[in-house]
């Protein structure tokens, strides 16, 4: 089949944008403690775009040249009758899209694994900062560990590819990050160490957490032999490979290296607000536009133009020297 490919969207800083990052819910079945408060204030439901309207919004962003999604949110798995969205995007690989993938918590991945593979999932990304049942218990303030566990085994042996998305913690995690490593590579899964970013309101002082990769890596070099490797998934991650394991090491640094400059993503939110970067407030609004009737012409116009607003980068290095959150809504109501 030939399908032809759409004008790229491309942004005023000659940035292409191909991929797009979709929140289909902020609900969770954890309460991470740099993600949210324990009595996180959600959406109202009827402000949740439904499962019908967000598989015909994406679908008009594949046909205008994005080639990459991502389902997260808040945890996409919590949202009922996923699979169905899942299904219908799984559909457009090959035919403009080239890659769905998704986000993770682990808790439910026992029972959607196969059901994934099966859509077309090929790879997912779990976000594990912890392999101790009290330290997990106390980060998310949930006792699921074991859950998150058997989903892991189910995902690897449903044939998916999986990376460990690790959020380093400074007083919480950051010793264990190399046995997580060890972990991770022994499995032959890839392992990302994240910065933590200051964004939403949350019960702790983010300044205590905050852990700059740099002071880590340093530390890992200490360790091991970190070997630079071109590699690339589309995403923010820098991978180094580790020799002595032979696996896969990625570095996110919002903050200590800012990726703005090849930043190819977008992210909408489960209501509908299209943020065209993930440490700003402007957003353009689709769920007025389709509810008001809009043709799949206009909604990729209204795409074209919101790309046209894409700012140059974040002000994260700004909030955590004033102290503050860079901006008020958390990582799980913009989807991570
Ligand atoms: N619930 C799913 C999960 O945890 O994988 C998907 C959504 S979650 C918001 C996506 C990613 O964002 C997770 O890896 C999480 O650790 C990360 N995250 C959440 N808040 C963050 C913050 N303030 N700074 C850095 N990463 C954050
Ligand atoms: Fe939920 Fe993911 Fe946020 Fe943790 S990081 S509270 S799992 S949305």
């Known amino acids: 089949m030939i399908v032809a490919t759409p004008r790229p969207l491309?942004?005023?800083?000659?940035?292409?944008?191909?991929?797009?990052?979709a929140s289909v819910t902020d609900r969770c079945d954890l309460r991470c403690?740099?993600?949210?408060?324990?009595?996180?204030?959600?959406?109202?439901?009827?402000?949740?775009?439904?499962?019908?309207?967000l598989a015909r919004l994406i679908r008009v962003f594949i046909g205008r040249g994005v080639r990459k999604v991502r389902l997260t949110g808040g945890e996409p798995l919590v949202r009922k009758g996923v699979m169905?969205?899942?299904?219908?995007l799984g559909a457009e690989i090959?035919?403009?899209?080239d890659e769905l993938t998704l986000t993770t918590n682990g808790v439910q991945l026992d029972e959607f694994a196969m059901p994934l593979a099966a859509a077309g999932i090929r790879r997912i990304n779990v976000s594990l900062d912890t392999l101790d049942p009290a330290t997990f218990e106390f980060?998310?303030?949930?006792?699921?560990?074991?859950?998150?566990?058997?989903?892991?085994?189910?995902?690897?042996?449903?044939?998916?590819?999986?990376?460990?998305?690790?959020?380093?913690?400074?007083?919480?995690?950051?010793?264990?990050?190399?046995?997580?490593?060890?972990?991770?590579?022994?499995?032959?899964?890839d392992i990302s160490l994240i910065e933590v970013m200051p964004m939403g309101e949350i019960?702790?002082?983010?300044?205590?957490?905050?852990?700059?990769?740099?002071?880590?890596?340093?530390?890992?070099?200490?360790?091991w032999t970190l070997e630079p490797i071109a590699y690339r998934t589309g995403g923010p991650s820098r991978y180094v490979r580790v020799?002595?394991?032979?696996?896969?090491?990625?570095?996110?640094?919002?903050?200590?290296?800012?990726?703005?400059?090849?930043?190819?993503?977008?992210?909408?939110?489960?209501?509908?607000?299209?943020?065209?970067?993930?440490?700003?407030n402007d957003a353009a609004d689709f769920r007025d536009l389709m509810r008001q009737g809009a043709d799949d012409a206009a909604i990729g116009a209204?795409?074209?133009?919101?790309?046209?607003?894409?700012?140059?980068?974040?002000?994260?290095?700004?909030?955590?020297?004033?102290?503050?959150?860079?901006?008020?809504?958390a990582m799980a109501v913009t989807g991570g």
Not at 84 to 88: A, F, H, K, M, W
Not at 94 to 97: A, D, F, P, Q
Not at 203 to 223: I, M, N, T
């Open 33 to 53: 403690a740099y993600c949210m408060p324990e009595r996180m204030k959600f959406q109202p439901r009827h402000d949740l775009l439904s499962l019908e309207e």
């Open 243 to 280: 020799a002595e394991t032979g696996g896969r090491l990625g570095f996110i640094t919002p903050l200590t290296n800012n990726f703005c400059e090849g930043c190819n993503r977008v992210r909408l939110t489960c209501t509908g607000r299209l943020y065209m970067c993930l440490g700003q």
């Open 94 to 97: 090959g035919r403009g899209l």
């Open 203 to 223: 019960d702790d002082d983010r300044a205590d957490q905050y852990l700059p990769l740099a002071e880590l890596h340093a530390a890992l070099r200490r360790r």
């Open 302 to 329: 209204a795409i074209e133009e919101a790309i046209g607003r894409k700012p140059k980068g974040h002000d994260f290095e700004a909030a955590y020297r004033c102290g503050t959150a860079s901006v008020a809504r």
């Open 139 to 189: 980060l998310t303030r949930r006792p699921v560990l074991a859950n998150v566990l058997n989903g892991i085994d189910a995902a690897a042996a449903a044939g998916i590819a999986i990376k460990i998305n690790t959020v380093a913690l400074k007083g919480t995690n950051d010793r264990e990050i190399p046995a997580i490593i060890s972990w991770a590579h022994a499995r032959g899964f």
């Open 10 to 21: 491309v942004d005023p800083y000659g940035r292409s944008v191909s991929y797009l990052r």
């Open 84 to 88: 169905t969205l899942v299904e219908r």
